[in-house]
């Protein structure tokens, strides 16, 4: 059985700094793509950035860059998302997803792209 356990979000107030941690059990974690989405409320999940099997290749939504990282490591079966300068909109619950294709060759942006999904934590940033 596949899970998917994040953890790290809180209540932080605007130009704080966060880090997410996501941590896998029942799938090859080295192996698949993984992803982070949000959702705030009254909205629909959105794509926050994405990184593949290695950890060589990740992928992030324009509104993120520059600001969110998203990094792994494959001996702890964890996947981390930094989030620096926060901002209230930045308010959201926070998911982390996988890909449960291995070596895939691309980072899919669409909750459809993944097939497993944690239950999320909230993100709440006060201005």
């Known amino acids: 059985q596949v899970q998917l356990v994040e953890s790290g979000g809180g209540l932080v107030q605007a130009g704080g700094s966060l880090r997410l941690s996501c941590l896998a059990s029942g799938l090859t974690f080295s192996m698949v793509t993984m992803g982070w989405f949000r959702q705030a409320p009254g909205k629909e999940r959105e794509f926050v950035a994405g990184?593949?099997?290695?950890?060589?290749?990740?992928y992030y939504a324009d509104s993120v860059k520059g600001r969110f990282i998203i990094s792994r490591d494959n001996a702890k079966n964890t996947v981390s998302l930094e989030i620096d300068t926060l901002k209230p909109d930045d308010t959201a619950v926070y998911y982390c997803a996988a890909d449960r294709k291995t070596f895939g060759r691309m980072i899919g942006t669409t909750t459809t792209s993944y097939d497993y999904w944690g239950q999320g934590t909230q993100v709440t940033v006060s201005s």
């Open positions: 990184i593949n099997w290695s950890g060589g290749n990740t």
